[in-house]
């Protein structure tokens, strides 16, 4: 299963962004690999539809959960019926290396 | 000229059922053909006539216009008509619809997550694995403000006014106080 959380940096000391459409790269997770991987949101400086545009970066990358801070107002509706699940962690202080960690524990 | 893209149309409640037969001694010789009605349109009947709900509230809560409403409701009337008169099954399947998930909350790791697929039960949180979960109830007013802000800016395009920008309000939303110009955010092209 893949999980991606949104993240200021392409490292795993990176911390969590707190925005899902304008956050500055999409760190993709594989929970049975452990693989990482780091995409860079091309949809910072977009005028208007950052977050549905993220929303199909993640779903080609067949994600099934994100993680990310807050989730705009037309997100819901897509990922609903995408079934992907939102995680809201309103923690800016989270680095992304904890995240990964508590998702292996989980599992 | 490609039509719009429909609108996703929230359903509350899918049904519990599939569909109808219809039955009687002659159901075997006549068309057999179900007639398919689409998740939006019980949706909307379900809320106009079950619930009781007029039109206009009924829009509201499947996220549609009123008019989009009607136009969903008349179908459905159209559709069932057409089954009963001539005998024929009822599939409820398809539309472009989707089913609203609910909202948990987890105490141990203080996350927010929701529930996508109905039909299994949600016990652990999917971030920390903890069995401490309850349901949320999302009120905006009662979110915490110290998320609400970023250190973004909307400009004014025409006379270069800058304003802070406000969490959750897209900057082309917003007015310029000075020359009532429609605000862009700061850093995007051709500003």
């Given amino acids: ?35 990482v991987e780091y995409i860079p949101n091309p949809n910072i400086d977009a005028e208007e539809g950052a977050g549905p545009a993220s929303v199909q970066l993640v779903a080609s990358k067949n994600a099934s959960k994100i993680i990310s801070g807050e989730f705009g107002i037309k997100i819901k509706s897509l990922l609903d019926s995408l079934k992907i699940q939102m995680i809201m962690l309103k923690e800016p202080e989270k680095r992304i290396k904890e995240i990964i960690e508590m998702l292996n524990q989980n599992n | 000229m490609s039509p719009r893209i429909k609108t996703l149309r929230k359903v509350l409640n899918p049904p519990i059922i599939k569909g109808f037969k219809p039955y009687g001694p002659d159901t075997e010789k006549i068309n057999s053909l179900p007639v398919y009605l689409l998740f939006e349109e019980y949706e909307a009947l379900r809320l106009c006539d079950y619930d009781k709900s007029n039109h206009h509230k009924a829009s509201v809560m499947m996220g549609i216009s009123r008019p989009t409403f009607t136009r969903i409701y008349a179908s459905a009337l159209q559709k069932i008509a057409i089954a009963f008169v001539e005998g024929r099954q009822i599939a409820i399947e398809g539309g472009k619809v989707y089913f609203d998930s609910d909202w948990y909350e987890c105490v141990q790791c203080n996350c927010n997550f929701n529930n996508p697929e109905r039909d299994k039960k949600i016990e652990t949180c999917p971030l920390c694995g903890s069995k401490k979960i309850s349901n949320f109830i999302f009120d905006n007013a009662s979110e915490s403000p110290d998320v609400k802000h970023c250190n973004d800016k909307c400009i004014c395009p025409s006379c270069m006014y800058e304003l802070e920008h406000k969490y959750g309000k897209p900057c082309n939303q917003e007015i310029c106080p000075k020359c009532g110009h429609l605000m862009k955010r700061k850093g995007t092209p051709n500003c």
């Avoid at chain 1, 299963?1 to 594989?30: H, P, W």
């Fill in chain 1, 1 to 35: 299963m893949k999980v991606a959380i949104t993240s200021t940096g392409n490292s795993l000391e990176s911390f969590i962004d707190q925005r899902f459409g304008r956050c500055v790269y999409f760190v993709i997770y594989d929970t049975e690999s452990k693989g």
